[in-house]
């Protein structure tokens, strides 16, 4: 749930040579060293673009020795009013093939006494072949070497201490690990070897049985609540998303300001699908007023 802050203040986290975590072009500080990172694909959404360009050069910078460094907040950021399903749709393609590009990154090989100017368009290269860029953004690369060399730009040098490797297949029933101290609701049955759609629920633990007609969307929404009014919240996601969907699970991660109530799954029981196949995963976590 949102707002997300950190609780240390002052605080930098470094990443260890070979670990990926994504950033975006928000509040970010780049040095001078690590201005050819700057490079944004340009065939893909705006959304995408930033994130992409951060599992690229970080995997750059696995051959510069260079590193990633993450602060506490530096910045307060006050979102315009927007369709949050127009930003899902231009980011899908993060969530489907955020897997296959993190591995092909972590089995890239350059070639050994390269430079790291030519790694990097070899790179883009190998990355257009495996349908992630595109010959466009390759052409962009080679564009970026040779405007970088105009202006006498110096690439750090390459110390190749990344060896290539294929990750593990990840390992899903592991999810619960990612919610520490949160108990996961399993609402049942198998699993079916057809491909499944997930259902994501956030939010305010008081929203799933407020009626539709108190809830206060805001006038930007699409979504039409009209015919639904009377109806609580959940009852219209059961109604409305469920009935349209057939192989799919739930996972509610809600919140809530009561000490008492935090940790309790029976809450989400009314977003508990219908048929046993389907699951339902629910953490119920606390927040800080306001």
């Known amino acids: 749930p949102t707002p997300v802050t950190f609780k240390a203040e002052d605080t930098v986290r470094v990443l260890p040579n070979g670990v990926f975590a994504p950033w975006n072009a928000r509040a970010l500080l780049v040095r001078a060293d690590a201005f050819w990172g700057l490079l944004t694909p340009a065939t893909v959404t705006g959304r995408v673009a930033d994130i992409w360009r951060s599992y690229l ?7 510069s020795g260079q590193r990633l460094a993450f602060t ?4 307060t950021q006050v979102r315009r009013a927007h369709d949050n399903r127009k930003d899902f749709a231009d980011e899908s393609v993060l969530y489907s093939r955020v897997d296959d590009v993190v591995r092909l990154l972590c089995e890239f090989a350059p070639r050994p006494g390269t430079g790291m100017d030519q790694v990097a368009v070899e790179m883009y290269k190998y990355l257009a072949r495996n349908r992630v860029l595109s010959k466009l953004d390759v052409d962009l690369a080679v564009a970026w070497r040779k405007d970088l060399a105009s202006i006498h730009y110096t690439w750090p040098q390459r110390k ?9 297949p990840i390992d899903t029933s592991a999810l619960s690990a ?9 609402g049942g049955g198998g699993r079916s070897k057809r491909s499944r759609t997930a259902v994501c629920v956030t939010g305010p633990i008081g929203l799933l049985n407020k009626e539709l ?78």
């Open 57 to 63: 050069t970080s995997r750059l910078m696995f051959e």
């Open 72 to 75: 506490s907040a530096l910045v």
């Open 160 to 168: 190749g201490t990344f060896t290539p490797f294929t990750p593990p």
């Open 178 to 186: 990612v919610l520490p101290g949160s108990k996961m609701q399993d």
């Open 213 to 290: 007609g108190d809830v206060g969307f805001p006038k930007e929404t699409e979504c039409d609540m009209e015919p639904s009014k009377g109806k609580t919240m959940a009852q219209w996601l059961r109604k409305n998303l469920y009935a349209g969907l057939e192989d799919f699970d739930v996972f509610a991660v809600l919140s809530t300001t009561d000490t008492d109530k935090a940790g309790d799954v029976s809450v989400c029981s009314d977003l508990k699908p219908k048929q046993k196949s389907n699951k339902l995963v629910c953490a119920v976590q606390k927040t800080e007023p306001g």
